[in-house]
Every structure is written in C-alpha cells, then in structure tokens.
C-alpha cells in the first residue's frame, strides 16, 4: 500500500510548508496508536484525536507517497516508517552549535535531538572557561578554530544560539566556511545568501505571543 | 512620540499574529542599535537590516502605539521600553514545567528564559531518582503533588516536555489544575477548551522542516 521513497533521493519531494509542518503530528499520533497494539488507522480516526479536516490528513499524506486502503486504513509501521524517513530523523544530520551560552549549553544537553537526526558533533565559543571543556560529550572548540574543524569534518548545519549582537558576524563566518543550513535561535533575523537555508526557532518569540494571547484572555 | 500603553491594561490590545512574530525582530534589531550608540531609527533604516518593507514595519509599530517623526524617525529608548512592555518580557510570568526528560532537563537550565518574562518556579515529573532534587535552583516534585502546589502558587503557565503517550494526560491535568496557557514542546498535538492558549514549538518539527529544505538544495 505505501511506495517507499527511492534510496538515490530519499526528500526530492516537493511538499508545501503547512505540509511539512503537520507530518510530524501525524507521525506522534501513529507512533502512539502502535503503542496501543493498533496496526491500522483512518483518515477519519486521526482527524478525531488532531482536530484536522480527514481529506487535509489524506491530502498531506499523499505528498509522501502514502494512501489508504478502503474499509483498512493505513498500515501504521509503513506510516512510521515512511514519515520518519521522509522527516529525515532516520539519518545522522551533523551540526555545529556556536555560543555556549545559557541556551546553547541546554541544546548541548537535550540529547533527544540525537531521536530525530541531529548530531552536535562539536560546540564553538570565545570564553576561555568554555574552550577545551567538553559537555555531554561534545567538544568545545575556540571559535578561531571553526574553519579548521569544518575541513576536518564535514558539516552542513549551523545551529547558532549567540547573543544577538554577534550573530550576523557569525552567520557569515559559517556561510563562508561552508554550512548550507542554520538553525537560528536568537530572535535575530539574520541575512544569508539565497541558497542558505534558516530555520528560525526564538523561543522568545513564542514566549511573547503565548503573553499576549494569554493576557488577551484575563 | 510614543504613546505608552495604560497601565491598568497593558496588553489588551488585538494584534494580528504575524505583527505579533515580527515585533521581536525589531526588538531586537533596535537593541543592537541602541548597543552600538543610536538614538534614533528610521522604518527604511530597519528595513534594510531584516529585509521587511518599511511600509509594514510602520504599521507593525502603529499596533502597539509607536509612530516615528518626520526626518527623525523612532527614539530608540521608547521603542525598546514599549516593545519589551507590551511582548511581556518586562513583567514575570510564573510557570510549571512537565516532564524533567533530556529536553525539561535543558529548559530548566537555560536561564535565558527569565529575560523574556518567564520563571519557572517548580517542576514536576515520577521518576524517583529525580522527584526531590533540585537542577539550576528549581525544585521537582512529583506529578501528584501538583494540585497541592497549585493551590499555594498561582501560576498561569505550564511547560510540557512529557513523552508523547502521556502529553494529553497531563494537559487534561494541568487544564483542571487551573493553568491558562499551555507551552507544548512535544510533537503532539494536545487538544484543550477553547479559552486555553496553546503555544506549540516542537523543535523536531523545526528540524524536519530544516532537513527537508537542505535536502532540496543538495
């Protein structure tokens, strides 16, 4: 019932934001259906548990080569098993963090994202009390050190957790050494050239729309 | 210039979600300036920093009462105070986290966060080896014991980085509870009342969306 993805190009898959941006619930809800000890599940059945429209969940799906049996449903281990490889959590992604502040020593330490494809395989920062000191594992390098470690070690994200004052300086000096993606958790919008790619996460951003609509309600 | 938002209701003004996304970035943007000696700050002058229109900047700014002068443009004191003021960073805003796994663990100790507005004054989790220890000056309680705390602390907010099977448990219980606004850091999709404010930041639903755009550039 589900065709795999082709090995040669596992997400040449054009599929649009809103998309990309429900699959991973899709992939929570079976995740948690298989631990019930259910095999199939519906369209209609998912609908229930996310409040999203059934022919949305089946439209969405079908970008990732996924469809539903009449009367069955989907089988939930194919389901897994293609989301996640299409999500790109069943590969090792390796990163560079830059700045071992407060947050970027926390991202250090959540040892969940390794779950989902991300490797830190290495942390850069300018305090002498950092470098050369290693946290859950990770190596802590000067930031001088950058372009040596990227020729060593073939990277393609950046994750950047600086303090706002030097992240664009960063950002170029990551684009110039090579990295193709940033993960950017200062609330900093940062300029890279086109073909760069920036996920933004600022939790103080969501921190702030969370205040709002939360006092839009007392 | 800038009219200051009334005390006795500081954040009830209706602002569209996207403006809502977009003041931190000029928050941050004028910080820099102010850091680096400005005064004053025109919309086409933060335009060109963070590639917005300046047309939508000012309107963006006129949401929350700052309107700059002809020539002069925005005084940058004015504009941080009431950015900060109305985004809710200046005021504490308690909350309780759930879930002291690899990510709660992170949060509690990112310190950052009391910056923007939040402290997190407890957490809670059943793991025996963690229920009555301390990470970064936070206690953590049992689970059960949060009805109990939650009579002694009024706390608006909750923190959720539980195991996905359990997420919609603990919302149901954190909602009786009495918490107002729900920070969701896992990949479910919690279903609440409607008056609940919901903010959801899966990070593995940021790093899917980063993986499958570097994938289209490779």
Redesign the interface.
Same mark, same amino acid.
């Given at each position: 019932m589900s065709t795999h993805l082709p090995e040669s190009q596992? +997400?040449?898959i !054009?599929?649009p934001?809103p998309t990309? @941006?429900r =699959?991973?619930?899709y =992939? %929570?809800?079976v !995740?948690?259906l298989k631990?019930q000890g259910e095999q199939y599940v519906s369209s209609t059945q998912i609908s229930k548990?996310? #409040?999203?429209d059934a022919s949305q969940i089946a439209k969405d799906l079908s970008y990732v080569h996924l469809s539903g049996r009449t009367r069955v449903g989907y089988e939930i281990d194919a389901m897994i098993e293609v989301l996640e490889d299409? +999500?790109?959590?069943t590969r090792m &992604?390796r990163a560079f963090l830059f700045g071992v $502040? %407060?947050?970027g $020593?926390? +991202?250090l330490?959540? %040892? $969940?994202?390794n779950h989902?494809?991300?490797e830190i395989v290495a942390a850069f920062d300018v305090n002498p009390q950092l470098v050369g000191q290693e946290l859950n594992g990770i190596p802590i390098f000067h930031s001088d050190e950058f372009e040596q470690r990227m020729k060593e070690q073939q990277v393609?994200?950046g994750v950047l957790t600086v303090p706002?004052?030097i992240a664009q300086a960063i950002t170029d000096k990551m684009v110039a050494g090579g990295i !193709?993606?940033i993960?950017n958790f200062?609330?900093? @919008?940062i @300029?890279v050239p086109e073909?760069i790619?920036v996920?933004n996460?600022?939790?103080?951003? &969501?921190?702030?729309? /969370?205040?709002? @609509?939360? #006092? /839009?309600?007392?």
């Open positions: 596992p +997400l040449a !054009k599929v934001e990309l @941006r =699959l991973p619930w =992939l %929570s809800n !995740k948690l631990q548990e996310i #409040n999203i299409f +999500l790109g959590f &992604h $502040g %407060s947050l $020593g926390a +991202l330490q959540d %040892s $969940g994202l989902f494809g991300l393609a994200i706002i004052e !193709k993606a993960w200062t609330p900093f @919008r @300029r073909e790619v996920q996460t600022s939790l103080y951003a &969501h921190l702030a729309l /969370m205040f709002n @609509r939360l #006092n /839009m309600n007392v």
